[in-house]
T-cell receptor, first 110, second 112 residues
Framework: SQQGEEDPQALSIQEGENATMNCSYKTSINNLQWYRQNSGRGLVHLILIRSNEREKHSGRLRVTLDTSKKSSSLLITASRAADTASYFCATDENGNKLVFGAGTILRVKS | DAMVIQNPRYQVTQFGKPVTLSCSQTLNHNVMYWYQQKSSQAPKLLFHYYDKDFNNEADTPDNFQSRRPNTSFCFLDIRSPGLGDAAMYLC???????????FGPGTRLTVL
């Protein structure tokens, strides 16, 4: 079953602009992970944020987590054409498995 | 260096002809997962192993089986592939609960 729901489903921006993707989930979590997937390829791990963390940075990526609202956001700053991909959030429920959201398709136009 | 390796990257099989996909990992992780991903959809968990303990998702068809002969290897067997089983199959590993999950490059299965 899918827990994470992502918004928007698709996003098209110009190179250099910022891209923000949102993820909402339904139950309590241990952590939340963001992944990138280029067309026809495997998933690449971007950031893991734990339930007791509110914000995390990695290069041009910033992830926030609001457990009271059961939501997370991924911000990509100064986007590049190479950032074109699908982005998925995945929540780590109590147990041993991740549940993925439907994903956001990001297109960065050069 | 590749950490989660999947072979083959592309597999073509005929309707009803059994097929096996393989996954190996160099991370010595305890947990291994198999996901099915259809076009424009999220990965869907089929089953996972915590060490030798096998955990099947409730909605995974009986047509799908898995084996984990040792820590490094895990196999996905599709006993009688149907056209609806054409998808990308992703293997992933994790050291334990709360850790980062690492994915392999996937195997694209085509069923003729």
């Amino acid at each position: 079953s899918q827990q994470g729901e992502e918004d928007p489903q698709a996003l098209s921006i110009q190179e250099g602009e910022n891209a923000t993707m949102n993820c909402s989930y339904k139950t309590s979590i241990n952590n939340l992970q963001w992944y990138r997937q280029n067309s026809g390829r495997g998933l690449v791990h971007l950031i893991l944020i734990r339930s007791n963390e509110r914000e995390k940075h990695s290069g041009r990526l910033r992830v926030t987590l609001d457990t009271s609202k059961k939501s997370s956001s991924l911000l990509i700053t100064a986007s590049r054409a190479a950032d074109t991909a699908s982005y998925f959030c995945a929540t780590d429920e109590n147990g041993n498995k991740l549940v993925f959201g439907a994903g956001t398709i990001l297109r960065v136009k050069s | 260096d590749a950490m989660v390796i999947q072979n083959p990257r592309y597999q073509v099989t005929q309707f009803g002809k059994p097929v096996t996909l393989s996954c190996s990992q160099t991370l010595n992780h305890n947990v291994m997962y198999w996901y099915q991903q259809k076009s424009s959809q999220a990965p869907k968990l089929l089953f996972h192993y915590y060490d030798k303990d096998f955990n099947n998702e409730a909605d995974t068809p009986d047509n799908f089986q898995s084996r984990r002969p040792n820590t490094s290897f895990c196999f996905l067997d599709i006993r009688s592939p149907g056209l609806g089983d054409a998808a990308m199959y992703l293997c992933a590993t994790r050291k334990s609960v709360l850790d980062t999950q690492y994915f392999g490059p996937g195997t694209r299965l085509t069923v003729l």
